[in-house]
């Protein structure tokens, strides 16, 4: 049950890495006028599964946590990290969806959404090292 939490994480990061290389192609091709094709549904289908599977993995951290030790946010850096990607969650989902469903040019809003879903990457690969850290810590 433990080790539950850092697969799916994992996997989440991995899925987020494969939509953000997705997303690449459409930003190139917007702003460097590179000729590319963007498989638009395959980032939207993709996107939706990374923020999901994050979301999941957050709840299932805590969940297991109250489990296990019977408290939650004793994990430092680890939980501080994961309750601020929680908003970037929110905003990245939203503006993904709002995109989706209402398509049309724009400048902003999808320079807003990579950038929110990218920092959210960067938050994602930086759990990995307070993640270990966490497994050293209580785990092992």
Same mark, same amino acid.
């Given at each position: 049950?433990?080790?539950?939490?850092?697969?799916? $994480?994992? =996997?989440?990061?991995?899925?987020?890495? /494969?939509?953000?290389?997705?997303?690449?192609?459409?930003?190139?091709? *917007?702003?460097?006028?590179?000729?590319?094709? =963007?498989?638009?549904?395959?980032?939207?289908?993709?996107? $939706?599964?990374?923020?999901?599977?994050?979301?999941?993995?957050?709840?299932?951290?805590?969940? %297991?946590?109250?489990?296990?030790?019977? %408290?939650?946010?004793?994990?430092?850096?680890?939980?501080?990290? &994961?309750?601020?990607?929680?908003?970037?969650?929110?905003?990245?989902? &939203?503006?993904?969806? /709002?995109?989706?469903?209402?398509?049309? *040019?724009?400048?902003?809003?999808?320079?807003?959404? &990579?950038?929110?879903?990218?920092?959210?990457?960067?938050? &994602?690969?930086? $759990?990995?090292?307070?993640?270990? $850290?966490?497994?050293?810590? =209580?785990?092992?």
């Amino acid at each position: 049950m433990l080790w539950f939490h850092p697969a799916l $994480q994992i =996997f989440a990061t991995l899925v987020g890495l /494969y939509a953000a290389s997705l997303g690449m192609k459409r930003f190139l091709a *917007r702003h460097f006028e590179m000729r590319t094709r =963007f498989p638009w549904k395959r980032h939207v289908t993709v996107g $939706q599964i990374a923020l999901s599977l994050w979301l999941l993995g957050m709840i299932g951290g805590m969940t %297991v946590a109250r489990l296990k030790w019977e %408290v939650n946010f004793v994990t430092g850096a680890h939980y501080k990290t &994961a309750f601020a990607m929680l908003p970037l969650l929110i905003l990245g989902g &939203a503006s993904g969806l /709002y995109m989706d469903k209402k398509k049309a *040019r724009r400048k902003i809003l999808p320079l807003a959404h &990579a950038a929110c879903n990218l920092i959210l990457l960067a938050l &994602a690969l930086w $759990q990995f090292r307070t993640g270990f $850290q966490v497994i050293k810590d =209580f785990i092992l």
